[in-house]
């Protein structure tokens, strides 16, 4: 239907205002609550590519949304350090909730992406790395 | 510039995120400011999310270091969560974790209660 | 604060999702009604670009969105033609509401983006025009 | 794809809006739509805009362009009106050359009194 391209300097400020955007943009064809589900999986890539991807450097951040009846297509781009394979392919989520010690406080953020989104995809060409998130939109838009 | 606001309620400190995102941005503030807390005696803590619209994973790891600080000595109840921040809690499991009151008041009574 | 870059190819569902983008950035540091506000004017600017300058011709939008704590700046960029002098300079919208015949039907969009925002600027530089809107906040963002 | 859907109360002709956003996308629609109702002799229109969340200037100037072309044979009431929508209205001062009601039922009471 549309094409929206998003783009900034990558830091938590700019990731803030794309999750904002992108809820907006996703509730137009969606539920809320599926909205705010696709802001957290985009957050959560978007906090990767400004902690690990760049890390310490200074680097953009580019997003192209496609908003369609049947799915939404967010690709993620960037020009740091490429995400280890091991990582983008052992997303889960395990503990024992009863077991203080064993809880995670961190490494969170793929199992989320994983969990909420319904295909995911990670290419590196030419030192620009771009992750894509795909969820497929169900019956009516209902709010 | 502060994340949080407290009130002591007899042994029982109240405390209310004002920030209506616990994202990245905040993390490490809201820790810190947890954790000197928690390292001054406080121990039985409620955490007010009623005006928190979003969660993510660094905020929500923040409230788990949190916990582990406070440790077996005391408690850590949760209050207030709007239903998308509870999809961040549902998603993670954490939900099995934290004891859940839908507003600060419940919390505290279930506290009085024990 | 936080600098975003919206931007798509020039058609009325790219400014919607540009619209929708920009309501809930401004949302972040204003009121829900403010905020809907600037999306108005800069769905205007944005349909003018789309109707005016780029006409019957394909063109990209693009937008430069500035969310700061004390205003909000909202730079909207296109190839197309240039805006006449006159166009941006007479935005005022007089009519008799007891008359039929004298009521608009059009031409109520400079205006709306003179009503409700605070600043506006309009340059054109080798071939690319450049409309700035600021609007200055005031105090608490209560929703 | 309607913009509208229309049911008849008496000689009124209720007109409901079903787009979320009443803007340059649908204007032409929707204003060709309404034109058809009109040249059809539907001269009496409440129009409910409670679905409508956004009105650009070229929704608004096609709600002009409706009541136009009803002129003086009748009426065009408009109902429904959120908050954000009104604005543009009040801005616009189309508040004073439409009669503006809270509800259809409202604006169709209005009719029935007259
Ligand atoms: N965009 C990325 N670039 C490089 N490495 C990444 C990227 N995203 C994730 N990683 C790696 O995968 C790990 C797991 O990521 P995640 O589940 O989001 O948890 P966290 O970021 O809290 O560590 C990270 O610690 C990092 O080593
Ligand atoms: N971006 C633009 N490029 C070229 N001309 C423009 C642009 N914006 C506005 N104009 C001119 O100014 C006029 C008034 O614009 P506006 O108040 O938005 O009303 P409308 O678009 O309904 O005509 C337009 O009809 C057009 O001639």
Redesign the interface.
């Known amino acids: 239907?549309?094409?929206?391209?998003?783009?900034?300097?990558a830091?938590?400020?700019?990731?803030?205002?794309?999750?904002?955007?992108i809820?907006?943009?996703c509730?137009?064809v969606s539920s809320?609550?599926e909205a705010?589900?696709i802001?957290?999986a985009v957050?959560?890539a978007s906090?990767n590519i400004?902690?690990h991807a760049y890390r310490a450097v200074q680097g953009d951040i580019a997003l192209d949304?496609d908003?369609g009846e049947k799915k939404i297509v967010i690709a993620l781009h960037d020009t740091g350090e490429t995400m280890p394979t091991a990582s983008h392919q052992s997303a889960n989520?395990d503990?024992d909730?009863m077991n203080?010690?064993d809880?995670?406080?961190?490494g969170?953020?793929l199992?989320?992406m994983t969990?909420?989104m319904d295909e995911q995809s990670y290419v590196s060409v030419n030192g620009k790395n771009t992750l894509t998130l795909t969820k497929f939109l169900h019956g009516e838009n209902n709010d | 510039m502060a994340t949080i606001t407290t009130t002591k309620a007899a042994n029982v400190m109240v405390v209310t995120v004002t920030e209506k995102r616990l994202d990245a941005k905040i993390a490490v503030s809201f820790k810190d400011e947890m954790a000197s807390l928690i390292n001054a005696g406080e121990t039985t803590v409620v955490l007010d999310l009623s005006n928190v619209g979003f969660v993510d994973s660094s905020g929500l790891g923040a409230i788990v270091t949190s916990l582990k600080l406070i440790g077996r000595k005391g408690d850590l109840l949760v209050a207030g969560v709007k239903d998308d921040v509870m999809t961040m809690f549902t998603l993670t499991r954490m939900d099995r974790v934290f004891q859940m009151f839908p507003t600060t008041d419940d919390a505290l009574n279930s506290l009085i209660a024990k």
């Open positions: 239907m549309a094409l929206l391209h998003l783009s900034g300097e830091t938590f400020d700019t990731v803030r205002l794309v999750g904002m955007a809820r907006a943009v509730a137009s809320s609550s705010a589900q802001e957290l957050v959560e906090n400004v902690e949304v908003i989520l503990f909730p203080l010690d809880l995670p406080e961190g969170m953020g199992f989320l969990s909420i």
